[in-house]
């Protein structure tokens, strides 16, 4: 009957869509036009219990992109509790202000900032089944400026030693159209096309980000930037693992005439 | 015009020109005029001359009612002051004299009398003659609602189904009726606050896996093939169970078709169908039915030409099939009913969403769901005293669903007897016994999420997968006793039901008691007490993925009112019910379920029906509510999802002609409760934005109230044996775009109404022969 229900919700939303009844205008996630949370990664990506039931310090590393002129703050923040989910509090959590990194790209500044987590015991109480998703720790942070405030989650995840998941790595991404600082025409359609290669078994959910203008798809590998005006403006191409959250950044300036 | 005929041996004479509406019939004596004899011959003249022969003619005519083709017997042929009558198969012999004039009026009441001229009786040694229905005064009362020990039962006739329920499908028209919401939650009902997943739906008393398809909101039976929906709102007798809101019967026709017919469908832009049926005896039936849809076809090449704007490609196909075979045979015990139900719902899916991975951005579902249901009803009456039902049947469905890496497969095969003996105490009491044991056997396949809309932090990306892969059988048993008691203008029925579960291993009973008392011949007051048991769903209870430890939920109800039958047209009903269920079965972050919430609802119900006669039929009801609910006791009562304080429905056909006919209906509804956002947060793992809600703002925030027009208008094209009616209308129209639901923008930071599909204008073409 759930399933059902689902099927029923889902097959009248696409109606929905396919006859435009949706279509309203709405801001897109793709445009870079505040502070907004762009990516998590631990490393290691897949931590492990040691000597039974301590874990390894885990080392976050997070992405915001922040206005121009604006200085970010970061501080832990504990979300709400999610099924299946262990929350990590805010005192395990230690933000390394010496790691932070603060770059100014055309249109915004990409904030880079750093975090140890580190959980004094844990006790595992899953059973490492057949079907063991791995535990999942649930983190948290708050990136604020003056005018704006940005609450970015993330999870990680921890096998037991000698686990194939163990060996999951980042997934790699290049930006293969638009070249860095490439000549482009203003107001027209650019295809940006991406080269994905996934270490691990798993599907990766890609995500583009541009300074100005419109991505047709952003989830999609090859999509359109319907360009905005002259002058030199920033894309952003992310890629995410679903099962490692592995994480992948890049990052190109194009010259639009 | 002469017309002789041999077995009523009379002359006639017509004055008159052809078409004149002063046709003057002139009948001669039985005695023959003085130049002829009875049987026209010429009779000597006194001067021993002979008078010349008339010449006749013979033509034998049959009527048949016009769009059917049905043989008309009892057409009365007026002649003069004698009346000729066509004989059962519609056949009347006449003659006439070969120079007649005038016209010839044949009439039979509801239908059109019609004028045969002369010179179409010369031409011709046999006619046949199709007579149009014609549309009589509004006298008779076809339904006129029979007074039954049933506290909250409402009956409507697949005639007044057909006409006013939405998409023309009988099971859909319990959402217009007291006690019921429907707006928001597709083709399921809510009933006295309690969810789509607490009613029971019956086709006789054979359960299906499911009774509605997922697209065009039709049910899995063929409206042909049913007699009557029979719907309880609460209070009902322990011969139902596991139910906490409401039971829905279809009841399957036991009338033998006097001739075969046909029937199609062409209903733009859904679905067409095929029915047929056909005596295959003095006392029994055979009836098929097939329907398939094609908006998958049409959808598809809506969407190719949209193709340019929609990067990544969308694709979408959902698909709907079923079919029927139902044979019924009356003998002298009692009848059997053998009943074939298969459906089968589908949708492949393929869209540019942001829960993508694909590397074109698109992501692909793929959900199919079908089910066969074989089922045999026996009715047997052993004896004066002793009457005995049982319907074996067996179900199997199968689910295959692939979406976003989620993969489920599960079979499930369902064996059940339900089984009932009655003894006849007396005229007006009865003594009932009754079993219900199943048997289901599951093979699960499954590695997916399993929603959980309850929990406010569920995200369908980030929920961990559940897997199953297993066989697993349990069964159910359930027994019950019931009396119906008469002491004087008082009928009481008590009962109780008694239940057993192997899958959580537990056993309770239901004491339920109905009673009404006749206050005169017009007023009768009712009232129920009763609990009703409902355990949990199979997922909620199972081993890995739920808690085996849960209880059934429970529903205590209370219901009374007074039933008015004004006269035989109008009748009113007023209702006041409380229900109280606990052990309500809520997410558990740490046990997934528990059965730790509860359910509080009460209101008032007022339905004014005007009773199905030749012309019209209609009828108001309306629902005043209040729905609270609670996920502990520790927690406060909030309002219900289903919480809707005011649901109010006018449905009305009136016939203008034989051919004519016009309906519509009107709904007002509250708008339902939901939960503002209060912030969101930012997944870096998924590249998404997740709301947050605050505890004490949930279902705090109510959707606006909406409304909705739907009318139809109804023209029927007869034709010699066969009709066609074209049925068109508008379906569900307001003046202003109806709020279904709030949506966000992505990052919830904007907040806006989503409105409902446009009025959607519909035809039907639907032939009979």
């Known amino acids: 009957m759930v399933i059902k229900t689902f099927i029923s919700l889902l097959i009248v939303g696409c109606m929905a869509l396919a006859v435009g009844a949706c279509n309203e205008p709405v801001d897109r996630q793709e445009q870079i036009d505040r502070l907004k949370g762009i990516g998590l990664v631990a490393s290691p990506l897949v931590n492990s219990p040691s000597q039974g039931s301590t874990i390894n310090a885990t080392q976050i590393t997070g992405y915001a992109t922040i206005p121009l002129g604006k200085t970010p703050v970061v501080t832990a923040y504990l979300d709400q509790p999610t099924a299946g989910a262990i929350s990590v509090k805010t005192d395990e959590i230690i933000i390394d202000a010496s790691k932070q990194e603060l770059t100014t790209y055309e249109g915004f500044q990409l904030l880079k900032f750093v975090a140890r987590v580190t959980i004094p015991s844990v006790t595992l109480i899953q059973r490492f089944t057949d079907d063991f998703q791995g535990i999942q720790f649930r983190y948290g942070f708050t990136v604020s400026t003056e005018d704006d405030v940005e609450y970015i989650v993330g999870s990680f995840l921890v096998y037991p030693e000698g686990s194939e998941e163990l060996q999951w790595t980042n997934p790699v991404i290049s930006i293969d159209s638009p070249t860095e600082n490439q000549s482009l025409s203003a107001e027209e359609e650019f295809d940006v096309i991406a080269t994905l290669t996934k270490p691990n078994d798993e599907d990766v959910k890609l995500g583009w980000y541009v300074s100005e203008g419109e991505i047709s798809n952003r989830r999609a590998g090859e999509t359109t930037w319907t360009l905005p005006t002259k002058g030199k403006h920033t894309l952003i191409l992310t890629a995410r693992g679903k099962k490692s959250r592995g994480f992948a950044i890049q990052i190109k300036t194009v010259n639009i005439q | ?769």
Do not use: C
């Open chain 2, 1 to 769: 015009m002469k017309i002789t005929n041999a077995a009523v041996a009379t002359l006639l004479v017509v004055n008159g020109t052809l078409g004149t509406s002063q046709t003057e019939i002139k009948s001669l004596e039985t005695t023959p005029p003085k130049n002829q004899t009875e049987q026209g011959a010429p009779v000597p003249q006194a001067n021993n001359q002979t008078a010349a022969p008339v010449a006749l003619h013979k033509i034998v005519l049959f009527f048949f009612e016009k769009g059917t083709g049905v043989a008309l017997k009892r057409v009365e042929i007026a002649a003069g002051n004698k009346i000729l009558y066509s004989d059962p198969e519609g056949k009347v012999e006449i003659e006439i004299t070969k120079d007649s004039e005038g016209v010839l009026t044949a009439s039979k009441s509801e239908f059109e009398p019609q004028q045969i001229t002369s010179e179409r009786l010369l031409a011709n040694t046999e006619l046949k003659i199709f007579l149009w229905p014609k549309l009589t005064g509004d006298n008779v009362v076809i339904v006129k609602g029979e007074r039954k020990n049933a506290v909250s039962r409402k009956s409507i006739t697949i005639a007044e189904s057909r006409k006013i329920a939405p998409g023309g499908d009988p099971a859909q028209i319990v959402s217009l009726l007291p006690g019921v919401q429907s707006q928001g939650f597709g083709s399921d009902i809510v009933v006295r606050g309690s969810g789509p997943n607490d009613s029971k739906y019956y086709v006789d008393d054979i359960e299906v896996p499911f009774i509605f398809h997922s697209i065009g909101q039709l049910s899995v039976v063929p409206p042909p093939l049913l007699a009557e929906v029979q719907f309880d709102s609460g209070g009902f007798g322990p011969e139902y169970g596991d139910a906490t809101g409401g039971v829905v019967v279809l009841r399957t026709t036991t009338e033998i078709p006097e001739r075969p017919k046909t029937e199609f469908v062409l209903n733009f832009p859904i679905y067409s169908s095929l029915y047929h049926e056909r005596p295959t005896g003095e006392d029994s039936f055979l009836a098929i039915s097939l329907r398939r849809s094609y908006i998958d076809i049409i959808l598809k090449a809506a969407l190719k030409s949209r193709e340019d704007e929609m990067d990544g490609g969308f694709t979408v196909a959902p698909r709907f099939t079923d079919a029927a075979i139902f044979h019924f045979k009356k003998d002298d015990a009692g009848h059997r009913k053998l009943s074939l139900i298969a459906a089968e719902d589908g949708l492949d899916l393929i869209a540019p969403i942001d829960e993508a991975t694909n590397e074109d951005g698109t992501a692909e579902f793929s959900i199919s769901t079908r089910f066969v249901n074989l089922g045999y009803e026996r009715l047997v009456r052993l004896n004066r005293q002793w009457k005995l039902t049982s319907t074996p049947q067996v179900s199997y469905l199968q689910t295959e669903n692939d979406f976003d890496g989620n993969q489920v497969e599960f079979n499930v095969t369902k064996v059940r007897v339900p089984t009932e003996l009655v003894k006849r105490l007396s005229k007006n009491e009865d003594l009932y016994f009754g079993m219900d044991p199943e048997y289901i056997r599951t093979e699960n396949n499954i590695f997916s999420i399993f929603p959980r809309f309850e929990d406010p932090t569920f995200d369908i990306e980030e929920a961990e997968k559940e897997k199953l892969n297993n066989k697993a059988s349990f069964s159910t048993l359930a027994a019950w006793v019931a009396m119906d008691k008469q002491i004087s203008s008082l009928r009481l029925t008590p009962g109780i039901r008694g239940f057993y579960n192997s899958a959580i291993e537990k056993s309770s009973y239901d004491p339920r008691l109905r009673g009404s008392f006749e206050v005169d011949d017009k007023n009768t007051l009712k009232a129920a007490i009763g609990q009703y048991s409902k355990a949990p769903e199979a997922r909620e209870a199972a081993e890995s993925i739920g808690n085996p430890g849960l209880d059934y939920e429970k529903s205590i109800h209370y219901v009374a009112g007074v039933e008015t039958k004004w006269n035989d047209r109008w009748t009113t009903e007023t209702q006041l019910f409380y229900k109280n269920t606990f052990d309500v079965v809520s997410f558990d972050f740490d046990k997934k379920y528990n059965n730790d919430g509860r359910i509080e609802s009460k209101g008032l119900e007022l339905f004014i029906r005007r009773n199905l006669t030749n012309n019209f039929f209609g009828w108001v009801s309306y629902t005043y509510s209040q729905s609270l609910a609670q996920d502990s006791k520790d927690d406060d009562l909030i309002p219900s999802i289903y919480d809707q304080t005011h649901v109010l429905n006018v449905v009305s056909s009136y016939k203008l002609s034989s051919t004519w006919e016009l309906g519509g209906r009107f709904n007002h509804e509250t708008g339902t409760p939901y939960t503002r956002n209060s912030k969101a947060v930012y997944n870096g793992n998924l590249d998404k934005y997740q709301p947050r809600q605050d505890e004490g703002d949930r279902n705090q925030a109510r959707l606006p109230d909406t409304n909705s027009l739907t009318l139809y208008s109804t023209y029927d094209f007869l034709y010699n044996t066969w009709k066609m009616a074209l049925k068109a209308g508008l379906e569900s129209y307001w003046y202003e775009p109806q709020v279904i639901g709030r949506q966000n923008n992505y990052d919830y930071s904007k907040e806006s109404n989503q409105t409902g599909l446009p009025a959607i204008p519909f035809i039907e073409l639907r032939g009979e022969f």
